[in-house]
């Protein structure tokens, strides 16, 4: 079964308009653009069905709505729903960003000349003592153009699959374990 057939409920939510919705909503029928976030989320989501919600460069002007926080929490956990936050920045200064990303079960990586601290600092609470493995599992798995590495923070992964990439069909995955 496609994504496109077990989704109902597919909600991008958005900072900036951008042309590539169109192409989009003719891919996805089901989706719903919304600018910002809803202003009721509780009438606006049915728990009946399964609902994913994208935040597409929102930190800015939502990085305080403790609305997003409840999506992570609340929301993923009891309402059907998952949630795709899209960031620039992880450790953005915001007072719920921190609850939002201890809440995140996935979190996919990928380089940013501009600022390669972001990852020491998640490798140091993730693997304190380790850092270095985690600062070499990201540059190798970036090394590509659109390389990524995924991280898998579900309570029920086991321990060596936690940090991935390529990890689509048809693709050669790579997991990533500590010396």
């Known amino acids: 079964m496609s994504l496109k057939e077990r989704l109902r409920g597919l909600s ?20 719903r653009f919304v600018e910002g976030l809803p202003t009721n989320l509780e009438k ?6 399964k609902t994913l919600i994208i935040l597409d460069d929102i930190m800015t002007s939502h990085g305080n709505d403790k609305r997003i926080t409840d999506l992570f929490s609340k929301g ?3 309402r059907n729903i998952s949630v795709i936050y899209i960031l620039q920045n992880f450790f953005y200064g915001a007072k719920e960003t921190r609850n939002i990303t201890l809440n995140a079960h996935y979190i996919v990586l990928f380089r940013n000349p501009r600022d390669k601290s972001q990852v020491s600092s998640l490798a ?6 380790q850092v270095k493995f985690m600062q070499e ?7 590509k153009p659109y390389g990524y590495l995924f991280i898998d923070l579900k309570p029920y992964t ?5 940090l991935r990439t ?4 048809g693709e050669q995955q790579y997991v990533y374990l500590p010396k």
């Open 12 to 31: 991008y939510c958005y900072r900036e308009y951008q042309p590539a919705f169109v192409e989009m909503s003719a891919a996805l029928p089901q989706i």
């Open 44 to 49: 606006y989501l049915d728990p009946s069905y």
């Open 158 to 162: 086991p321990e060596e699959y936690r």
């Open 137 to 143: 599992a990201f540059s190798d798995a970036t090394r």
């Open 124 to 129: 140091r609470q993730m693997h304190p003592g």
């Open 76 to 78: 993923s956990h009891h």
């Open 166 to 169: 390529n990890i689509y069909p």
